[in-house]
């Protein structure tokens, strides 16, 4: 049981380039999540799923697309990369609407 | 979602209970309060969450007050591995729209 696994863990863009940051979980949930953490701040809500071939918005979703076709795996796709992308992505899912997250160890993006 | 209110900061000496409040007066009856935890830089970790009545479980109790505007969770022997950012979150059934606010930094000393 792995719980929840981010790849990469580091990764440099540049800008105008795209990418998938890639989230599985072997937990057999049904949410999972994508937040986005800038330095000295909270985790921000950028799109999350209810279950698979289901997702929506969330707080900050400008300039990423998720799709969620098995219930294992939710990835995030930066579609044109921006400086202003530089974060830490964590991805995170959860059994049912009333538990606790559990999170990944997070994807460190900067973007030059 | 409610919005919560935490201190910035506490410190906590090293085997002494760490009481965490968290203010969030415009709950609504359908919201659970949830509590994480974030070490340096490392991924969120769910500690506990509650509707109405008290919860224990092996890493931390949480009071909720009568009225619901008011929360407290207790680690009952702080360590320095405890030295954290606590996040208070308040919610609805669907907590996939979990808020982050910045939470409070919690100092362990020896």
């Known amino acids: 049981n792995a719980g929840v696994t981010q790849t990469p863990k580091f990764q440099v863009l540049k800008t105008g380039q795209s990418m998938t940051l890639q989230c599985a979980q072997d937990?057999?949930?049904?949410?999972m999540s994508w937040y986005r953490q800038d330095p000295g701040m909270g985790l921000r809500l950028i799109h999350y799923?209810?279950?698979?071939?289901?997702?929506d918005q969330g707080e900050v979703p400008n300039g990423y697309n998720v799709s969620r076709s098995t219930t294992e795996d939710f990835p995030l796709r930066l579609l044109s990369a921006a400086p202003s992308q530089t974060s830490v992505y964590f991805c995170?899912?959860?059994?049912?609407?009333?538990?606790?997250?559990?999170f990944g160890s997070g994807t460190r993006l900067t973007v030059v | 979602d409610a919005k919560t209110t935490q201190p910035t900061s506490m410190d906590c000496a090293e085997g002494r209970a760490a009481n965490l409040p968290c203010n969030h007066s415009?709950?609504?009856?359908?919201?659970?309060v949830y509590w994480y935890r974030q070490i340096h830089s490392q991924g969120p970790q769910y500690i506990i969450h509650g509707l109405k009545n008290n919860e224990t479980n092996e890493m931390a109790s949480l009071i909720i007050t009568e009225d619901r505007k008011s929360s407290t969770l207790i680690l009952p022997h702080a360590t320095l591995r405890d030295t954290a950012v606590y996040y208070c979150?308040?919610?609805?059934?669907?907590?996939?729209?979990?808020?982050f606010g910045t939470g409070t930094r919690l100092q362990v000393t020896l």
């Open positions: 995170a899912s959860s059994p049912t609407y009333n538990y606790g997250y559990t």
């Open positions: 799923s209810v279950g698979a071939g289901i997702t």
């Open positions: 937990m057999n949930h049904e949410y």
């Open positions: 415009t709950i609504s009856g359908n919201e659970y």
């Open positions: 979150i308040v919610g609805t059934g669907t907590a996939s729209k979990l808020t």
